[in-house]
Structure formats: structure tokens, C-alpha cells
């Protein structure tokens, strides 16, 4: 078994089962795909919370990992060649962890490109757009007097929901029958719009009739159950 004790972020989250994958996040969008992703996978993993009350992700043990210091990020015993591997982004992550596990991407060249491009499409519109209309909508952002920012990020919202909502006419999925780390990455982000941020109805969520059939599926999951609430709160 590999010796995790040289990483620094280990000095801050002690890996009580170093032989496991050592995963540091919180349960927001972004984090939640890397959790839910091992609980579908079923690969053995140590969660640790990276609290941002207390500032954790801008720590030199954190940034030793992440440098960007956004969470989620992994710290694999076995990765590549038998090595321990060190990963942060998101994206990234469920593309390994899907390979490692040969679940949820297919290996079919046109499948798995087309599928990664459902992924970028989450990752460069759905996570920036959504979250900054919750900035707008729920938080510092919504004390603004000029409303046109917070509009201009409902009807980007509006306009990537169509464009998700045209994908799954006549599919279970994004890919189709077949589940994928497209839609792990994705529908945390949809949950959170309607849910926490609370702007479903400003952005006219329930036109979006099949996106929101498939979130219904996506949320009913076990391993979506469980993996929303990893890692546990303080």
C-alpha cells in the first residue's frame, strides 16, 4: 500500500484508511458529483469536509492539492501504475474515476466524445450560469437595486435549460437508456436552481417538462440519496 503521509493534506485530514480514495469537499453542486459518483461506482472512499466557514480551502494543506482552492478534490492510493494520484476539477475527476472503474462513460470512442461534450456543456454553461444566478437571486448579489444583472442569468438559465430539455426529448438520460457522468454532473446543479437557490419559478422551470422528469429520476437514485449529503456537514 502507497504512503500517503508524504502529501501535506494529509497533516490536516488524517487518512484513517489511507487504502482508500481520500476525498475533500463539501456537498454543494460541484462537490456532490465526485460523491455521488463513488457511492454509484462503489469504489471504497474516506470523505473529508473542506470547511469554507473556517476558510479550509484557502489552507496551504488544501492548496497543496487544489491550488485553485475549489473543492471537490481526490487523493487516489491506487491510481495510474499503482501510484497515488492527485486530482482536483470536478470534471476531471468523473472522467478517472469512470475509466478506473469502467462505469458510467462508455467505451465506445463516439459515445464516450459525445458524452464528455455533455460534460463540458455542464461545466462551462449550466455550473457558471446557474451559480451566478443564485449570487443574483439568493444571495450578496440580490440587494442590487439594477436587477439587469440577475436577468441576464435568468435568461442565460432559460435558454441552457431548452437546450437540456430538447437533449432528453425522448430519453431516459442524457445519452439516452444509458446513465452517465453527464448527467451526475448535471443534475445537482438543476436540483440546486429549483431547490436551495429557490428560482425555479423565475426561470419558468416547470415548461421544462423533460428536465424535470429526468431530475425526478436522478434524485430518486440511492446512490443520489446518500451521495448529496457527503461529506457530512459540521
Known sequence: MNDLSTF???QKWPA???ERI???SLPTPNGVKVSIMLEETGLPYEPHLVDFATNDQLSPEFLSLSPNNKIPAILDPDGPGGKPLALFESGAILIYLAEKTGKFLSQDAATRYETIQWLMFQMGGIGPMFGQLGFFHKFAG???E???PRDRYVTESKRLLSVLDKRLEGRNWIMGDNYTIA???TFGWVRNLIGFYGAGELV???SFSNVKRVLESFVARPA???GLNIPARA
Open 204 to 206: 419558468g422551470f416547470d
Open 8 to 10: 501535506p493534506i494529509t
Open 183 to 185: 448527467d451526475i454532473a
Open 146 to 148: 439594477d436587477k439587469r
Open 22 to 24: 481520500q476525498l475533500y
Open 142 to 144: 440580490k440587494d442590487y
Open 224 to 226: 443520489v440519496i446518500k
Open 16 to 18: 484513517l484508511h489511507p
